[in-house]
């Protein structure tokens, strides 16, 4: 595979990790942040995960930086959330 597949596939991992969990903020992203979270908490981990490995044997300059930075956000982002759900939500 060519390291500009390997760019695109990260571009794809990220919005796969990310946008399920932006357009759970919203009324009508509701139905697809849930249909993700059914699958298993850590899909987005796992997809951001697999963005930055694919983003660091991508094409080289800034278009690798920019998609290693967004897919770092993505699993910052992941584990917050995984955090806040798995420990946040206890009881006292």
């Known amino acids: 595979m060519s390291k500009k597949t ?8 990220f919005i ?10 919203t009324r009508w992203g509701n139905k697809i942040y849930v249909a993700v979270l059914s699958i298993s908490i850590f899909s987005p981990l796992i997809f951001s995960l697999l963005g930055l490995t694919f983003g ?3 094409n080289k300059g800034k278009a690798k930086l920019v998609l290693v930075m967004l897919n ?6 992941s584990l917050f959330l995984i955090f806040v759900a798995t ?3 206890q009881q006292p």
Request: charged share 0%.
């Open 6 to 13: 390997f760019s695109v596939l990260s571009g794809v991992f």
């Open 16 to 25: 796969l990790a990310v946008f399920p969990l932006i357009a759970g903020l």
């Open 56 to 58: 660091l044997v991508g």
């Open 72 to 77: 770092i956000l993505g699993v910052g982002l």
């Open 87 to 89: 420990s946040g939500f």
